[in-house]
């Protein structure tokens, strides 16, 4: 212990001197970026907002629902101006914006989002639907609004979604990426997402920045709605690089669907493990022929005794139908 400490000074200034150069990792201004942690409680006090019977204070009590509300609202208000300052700052042109005005630009921001709480909350009251309707396994209602990771995700990227469409950088990602980690769920903010939409399971679904989904959409674990090619890395800003998913679609475990021509189109369902990289007519079917396995060894007398390399084994690949 004593030998640590008599090297602490050297360490410091190891680490100081490691500071020095322009690489992107060394940015050491102090409170110049959105706080993660704020932002992980303003998604909890905008879950209580959204399910205001569902999640609760751990302190405060209040005389009616009004009092609840507004002190919610305001606590949420005021944790997302100084959040949306901060992360404004990264825009080229907020760079040297007096604070005065970027204040007054985030204000004005925080007050544009929170009036489309109401919209967000009809979305989410037709997903509460589409996930108990889709799901024989769920209990109830409040089960699903309790215990499922795929409406927990689906719920932050909707929120996620506006503030995105507001151009704030920075915090929508922040809030969908705290998602994923909860959830392991990946939806991007910039992801348009339509009414009834229904993640089962959820664990490795991908969404992309691009993507657009209808209404009636179900998807299963594993499945990437991603780019086909990232080839050209930032040259690809701002252009369609992930696919359209029309109504009544169903998606089964694995498959993955890319590029930005791709189009599956209404009630189209796709098998799991298919790979789609060109558009679905509608009412298109997409299933995986079945491998063949083969057992060998072992006692059981159904097994198959005879020494395999496995090269009699099909290729997987999928059909249309």
Not at 109 to 137: C, H
Not at 210 to 229: A, E, P, R
Not at 266 to 280: H, M, P, W, Y
Request: aromatic share 8%; proline share 3%.
């Amino acid at each position: 212990m004593d030998n640590i400490k008599n090297n602490i000074s050297d360490i410091v200034s190891v680490i100081l001197n490691d500071y020095e150069d322009d690489r992107n990792i060394n940015h050491v201004e102090n409170f110049s970026q959105p706080d993660t942690e704020v932002i992980k409680d303003i998604i909890s006090g905008l879950m209580k907002i959204i399910y205001p019977g569902f999640y609760r204070e751990k302190t405060y009590k209040y005389y009616n629902q009004s009092s609840r509300i507004t002190v919610l609202i305001e606590d949420v208000s005021y944790k997302l101006n100084k959040q949306i300052i901060l992360a404004l700052r990264q825009l080229p042109e907020h760079a040297d914006t007096g604070f005065e005005e970027i204040s007054e630009t985030a204000a004005g921001i925080v007050t544009d989002f929170l009036q489309k709480i109401p919209r967000v909350r009809e979305y989410l009251a037709t997903d509460v639907d589409a996930f108990f309707d889709g799901d024989p396994a769920a209990f109830n209602h409040n089960e699903v609004i309790l215990s499922y990771p795929g409406l927990y995700a689906v719920t932050v990227a909707r929120l996620a979604h506006e503030l995105f469409l507001l151009n704030v950088p920075l915090i929508p990602r922040i809030m969908t990426e705290y998602a994923h980690s909860k959830t392991g769920i990946d939806i991007h903010p910039g992801a348009t997402i339509g009414k009834y939409f229904f993640i089962d399971h959820g664990t490795g679904i991908v969404i992309g920045e691009t993507t657009i989904i209808g209404d009636h959409v179900k998807i299963y674990q594993g499945v990437t709605l991603g780019g086909l090619s990232t080839k050209g890395g930032q040259a690809l800003k701002n252009k369609r690089r992930h696919p359209t998913i029309e109504d009544n679609v169903t998606i089964y475990a694995g498959a993955s669907i890319l590029g930005g021509d791709t189009v599956i189109g209404e009630g189209c369902t796709v098998g799991s493990n298919a790979f789609i990289t060109s558009s679905l007519a509608p009412g298109t079917k997409v299933s995986i022929k079945n491998l063949e396995m083969n057992i060998s060894g072992g006692n059981t007398a159904n097994n198959n005794d005879d020494d395999t390399d496995g090269s009699d084994i099909n290729s997987g690949w999928f059909y249309i139908i």
